[in-house]
């Protein structure tokens, strides 16, 4: 069964600080690539409106962050648990999103997708 759940969403300050978490089931969480996107509002729910934040590939070890994210988001995984993980520091406005936790499985750009989790960040 294709199931990804997100959670930890919600809505913070500039500043502050989230966690976002995606149970993955079993299956699905030994895809070789594991990510989390986000889409702008205004944007849509459609595929090309979202945007990478961070992946981590299993092939390789990599982990690739948006520009305007890095230094101060963090991807992680718990194998054990089959869970991702984002966490989300020094959280600015235009990081208010719709984020979308996905699996690819042979990083070939064929993702399937959480249902999304929104983050509002307010001033």
């Known amino acids: 069964q294709v199931r990804l759940v997100e959670s930890g969403g919600g809505a913070v300050q500039a500043g502050g600080s989230l966690k976002l978490s995606c149970l993955i089931s079993e299956y699905v969480f030994s895809s070789k690539c594991l990510g989390w996107y986000r889409q702008a509002p205004g944007t849509g729910r459609e595929l090309k409106g979202r945007?990478?934040?961070?992946?981590?590939?299993?092939?390789?070890?990599?982990?690739i962050y948006a520009d305007s994210v890095k230094g101060r988001f963090t991807i992680s995984r718990d194998d054990a648990n089959h869970t991702l993980y984002l966490q989300m520091d020094n959280l600015k406005l235009e990081d208010t999103a719709l984020y979308y936790c996905?699996?690819?499985?042979?990083?070939?750009?064929?993702?399937?997708w959480g249902q999304g989790i929104q983050v509002n960040v307010s001033s």
């Open positions: 945007k990478l934040v961070a992946d981590i590939n299993s092939n390789d070890g990599r982990i």
């Open positions: 996905a699996a690819d499985r042979f990083c070939s750009g064929q993702n399937v």
